[in-house]
């Protein structure tokens, strides 16, 4: 096995843990900020360590697209490609394939779909998504699963029935990644629950998946349009119904205050974007709340984004007008600088989050992490979106 | 007098020194990158410390258009507002005013034109200029000076009669930037000569000049379309001319043959936008020439941009194909590696230079370095060419 989960300590269900990985450890719960095309925007890899961040995530979707797995694999794969030597874990591309890409076909064979690239045909299912990520050489490698759309986008029905079909295809295109899987010994294979917000359909998908043995297990299928509230009893529901000795991974959740629920309710791995997608557009996070830099209001702030943080923005004095300027005037340490803080203050959040579990004392959370949603950082974002 | 200008060894008119200022020393031959808004492009101070790099130059034009001079002062100027706390060097703003901006009106006053931010009508004069860097506070502040466009623009007998209108008007505008600065005692003022291609105007400009007893002296009025030989012609003729005790700042050059043909006339101080600029476009620097990423050819190719290079780059271990793949992704990772990369090979070349003065030993020029003009390298510069 390529991969081992110590618990050290438990606080109800939340578990404070180590993850041993063939390129060193991490300890959990832990936050992965992501590197989407295998570049943390401006970041150098020494400073995303300085940030705390122990493992990140590559999209195997973009780098399949470009400059394309084979190359990478011929570069010694992800880890010596960007020059990350602590561990890595790669999506399967599936979200991408579905949440992105004009689709022009979805079956049992998998997804068909226009790159964002170039337009032309390309498909992704659970063999080609293994052999994507077997070359890539991530640490952790996820399933090929189905992930349907948001409630809501369809009538309740239509909803539940293609739940239905994304837990059954999930399940067995489970079975045809492990079978495809080349190299067990080196990378760990996580299966993904589906479920959408149905408790029921949920449960059956846990049971579907998780009597395979893998090292790990995900939530997949949450944070795609639903509600806070909605996230939370999707994930207060299931993440207990995952194997207790196994590392779980809630996939692309989300603000502070939903890490820390799903914390609470046994998840140990999260990702998200919000750092660096927030960051490359003005956006900041703070323990007050998020700011938006580019509003004229801090063009003549000299304090920093949050003087209670140790990032190398903040410690480093640079002003909330400066780095305001920095975006006025599209100078690129701006967006580098904001993502420095951004994930900085992610990282700092799972080591208050950690530090409560190992001296089991709840967090206080609403005196020292702001409540934030999606509502309270709405229009955050400019018209530039990654595509993620 | 705020400089302080100590010459340690002498090779022939080359001189190795020291500068000393208010916010630190700085070794001679110095190459200065451009930090035109305020920034290094995606670089932090610190990494453009580990180019280095030990004195840095802003844009009084761009900073005097945003975030405007009255901001940066109140944010305690320049070295506070970036957090750089080393020496920095404004030029006066002339250059630009003159060489980028839709120009209105050049009369005794100074230049009157459009900003390249919001069209309005701008002026910028001696009186101005120096209020704008007194402002900025920079230990170097630059004379403004009256900047001729180059010849083969006008005919000969037009282009005579503009350089000595140029010539006059520099020597009067120096008078009145004397007499306008305001910190003396704590920023440096330096005089700049004109005379274009002309060697009896380059004489006539040196002692219209000179005779000030100013901390330094620059050559302007170079590099503003001319041949590579004629630039070499108009500095060997003029470094010579410049008061021995004081240093010699040769402005906007250049490539690394161009710097130590000018450093072998008795030149003291560069500043070029070149390692950033082509940085941002993907073309970098080596040992054995330019290399221009984003080229099929390097998709592939294992090797760091220069073996022989300590930069963080190159001792990094990233590749050429990983830095192409940045571009190609839109990645700004991709400019920030690539100007480190750039950066520091100037400051390598400059060591270089240094160490042979030391040791009285001249420079192994063409088995060290490339002998690298504007035509080899044309055609490296992108559409997007920073208005600098």
Not at 320 to 348: D, K, W
Request: net charge negative; glycine share 10%; charged share 25%.
């Amino acid at each position: 096995m390529s991969l081992r989960f110590e618990i050290k300590a438990r606080m109800g269900l939340a578990r404070l843990g180590v993850v041993h990985t063939p390129h060193g450890s991490f300890d959990t719960p832990a936050f992965m900020p992501v590197a989407t095309a295998g570049a943390m925007k401006g970041l150098t890899p020494q400073q995303v360590r300085e940030t705390g961040s122990q493992i990140i995530l590559n999209n195997a979707y973009h780098l399949f697209l470009r400059p394309g797995h084979k190359r990478v694999e011929a570069f010694g794969g992800s880890h010596r490609f960007m020059r990350w030597d602590g561990p890595i874990l790669t999506d399967s591309g599936g979200f991408q394939a579905f949440s992105m890409a004009q689709i022009r076909d979805i079956n049992e064979d998998g997804v068909t779909f226009r790159s964002f690239i170039d337009g032309s045909r390309v498909h992704l299912g659970p063999e080609s998504s293994m052999e994507v990520q077997n070359a890539l050489g991530a640490d952790i490698i996820m399933a090929f699963d189905d992930c349907p759309p948001a409630q809501g986008t369809l009538d309740d029905a239509s909803y539940k029935s293609r739940v239905i079909e994304a837990n059954d295809r999930t399940a067995r295109w489970l079975e045809r990644c492990i079978a495809a899987h080349k190299k067990p010994s080196d990378q760990s294979l996580f299966g993904i629950v589906q479920g959408g917000t149905d408790p029921d359909l949920r449960r059956r998908s846990v049971e579907s998946i998780c009597h395979f043995g893998l090292p790990g297990f995900a939530i997949g299928g949450v944070a795609v349009g639903e509600t806070t509230a909605s996230i939370r009893e999707t994930v207060t529901l299931t993440a207990p119904l995952l194997p207790a000795d196994k590392p779980r991974y809630l996939m692309g959740v989300g603000y502070e205050r939903d890490i820390w629920s799903a914390v609470l309710a046994g998840v140990d791995m999260f990702d998200c974007v919000l750092p660096t997608r927030n960051g490359r557009n003005a956006s900041v996070f703070s323990r007050t709340g998020p700011l938006r830099l580019r509003n004229a209001k801090y063009a003549e702030d000299h304090s920093v984004i949050d003087s209670d943080c140790d990032c190398e923005a903040c410690a480093g004095g640079f002003s909330r007008g400066y780095i305001r300027h920095l975006f006025q005037a599209g100078e690129i340490l701006g967006p580098v600088l904001a993502s420095i803080h951004n994930i900085r203050h992610f990282q700092r959040l799972l080591l208050d989050i950690r530090a409560a579990i190992r001296d089991n004392l709840p967090l206080p959370f609403e005196r020292r992490w702001p409540v934030v949603t999606q509502e309270a950082c709405e229009g955050t974002e400019g018209a530039e979106i990654d595509p993620t």
